[in-house]
């Protein structure tokens, strides 16, 4: 009887390292961050009395659309750093 072979697991607990992220992987991924880190940082500066908050510059309506960018943001970021 063969052995049978154990399957690895799911994530690997340290990525392999490979070097540095090619340029077309670098770029996309830190414009995805940006966009997803400028509208959060609107939202915590809001909180300062002599500015205005998102809520209130965009309405409630807008919301979803600064959500939106948000989200797109952060799914650029993490397709172009994630590690296959």
């Given at each position: 009887?063969?052995?049978?072979?154990?399957?690895?697991?799911?994530?690997?607990?340290?990525?392999?390292?490979?070097?540095?992220?090619?340029?077309?992987?670098?770029?996309?991924?830190?414009?995805g961050?940006?966009?997803?880190?400028?509208?959060?940082?609107?939202?915590?500066?809001?909180?300062?009395?002599?500015?205005?908050?998102?809520?209130?510059?965009?309405g409630?309506?807008?919301?979803?659309?600064?959500?939106?960018?948000?989200?797109?943001?952060?799914?650029?970021?993490?397709?172009?750093?994630?590690?296959?």
């Amino acid at each position: 009887m063969r052995k049978r072979r154990r399957p690895g697991p799911l994530f690997r607990p340290r990525p392999r390292t490979r070097g540095a992220l090619p340029r077309w992987r670098l770029v996309p991924g830190l414009l995805g961050a940006g966009v997803a880190g400028l509208p959060l940082l609107w939202v915590l500066v809001g909180l300062l009395p002599g500015v205005p908050s998102v809520g209130a510059a965009v309405g409630p309506v807008g919301l979803r659309v600064v959500a939106a960018v948000i989200v797109a943001g952060l799914l650029l970021a993490s397709a172009a750093f994630a590690d296959f």
